[in-house]
């Protein structure tokens, strides 16, 4: 262990200088980053899937076709063409990505219910961690969500699009 440490020069810490506070352990501190993990980290790779497994093209027809509403940003022009996406704009894309993939034709001919329960279950989960007090209700809830997610996630591979779930971002979930 300690030649694999130093062979990507990494020094070894003996004895951390918070190994004696009683209350102190920096890893309960660590809280996650809806930003940067949830929204530009996952909701990220969840889209460029979903393009790959429908198309670009019908799922742009899918974003012209929606309505306009108030309260979420109206892609006229598509989502697949988008670069350099703000945190808002997958905020917005990730409010309409269930309804666009609703009954869409797969590659495959492949039904699309099993792509759906995933992306539910990663959308649950995100709305979910964003509440600012959980209880053991919502933390259940959270699982569950999960748990949706990864029972139907190997639609992805079925696909094609994904050989592997090894995403640090996934896994920090």
Known sequence: MN?????VNIKP????YWEDLPWADPYVSITPDVLHQLYQGVIKHLISWVKEACGAAELDARCRRMPPNH??????????????????EHADIA???????????????ASSGKL??????????LYLAQYPMHSTYTL?????????????KDIFIELG???NFNIPKLHYL
């Open 161 to 163: 699009i994904r050989t």
């Open 71 to 88: 309260q979420i940003h109206h892609f006229a022009k598509g989502i697949s063409s988008l670069s350099k996406v703000t945190g808002r």
């Open 13 to 16: 810490i003996q004895h951390p």
């Open 140 to 152: 259940k809830k959270l699982d569950d969500a999960l748990k949706l997610f990864h029972d139907n």
């Open 116 to 125: 759906v329960r995933a992306i539910r279950g990663l959308l649950d989960f």
């Open 3 to 7: 030649s694999e440490i130093s062979d």
């Open 95 to 109: 409010r309409i990505l269930l309804g666009l993939v609703l009954n869409i034709p797969l590659k495959n001919g």
